[in-house]
């Protein structure tokens, strides 16, 4: 089992954010650990994930930039279709909890919407590759993927 897997091993549900999805679905860092350790596990119904609605939005940018509707076309409907994944809406009440991370932990509000995404589903576990962000947020503990995945090829 690997750190990542270690690190997911007993939650029921984990917050992810984008920078996950992009990662696997461009073949990017750790593509492979994050398939085998978070994306199939899923699949098979470990564990629920969540993320929030921006993540649609934010997976889409490259694809729209170069062109490719075709692209946008695929990775929104993985998204909507992928067992086990919930997409989470931004409500008022998202806003409101968004609005409370934020001026607790000082950071940028696309991570605290994704938090609070993540909190409103009872998710006990966020998984990014964001640093700077604290390692909890109202009872959910934050994982870094740079700090439990080894350095990606070709960088030291």
Partial sequence: MGALA?????????GVDTNCFIYYLEGGPWAEE???????????????AVTSALTVAEILVRPKSLGR????EEYKALLCSYPNL???PFTAETAVLCAEIRARH????????????????GATIFLTNDGGLPDEVGGARVAVLKDLLPPPQGTA
């Fill in 6 to 14: 270690a690190v997911l091993d007993g939650h029921a549900v984990v």
């Fill in 34 to 48: 994050l398939k085998e350790d978070l994306f199939l596990p899923l699949e098979q119904g470990r564990f629920r």
């Fill in 69 to 72: 509707e075709d692209v946008c």
């Fill in 86 to 88: 919930e997409i989470v």
């Fill in 106 to 121: 000082r950071i940028r509000t696309p991570d605290a919407m994704q938090l609070a995404a993540a909190l409103e589903k």
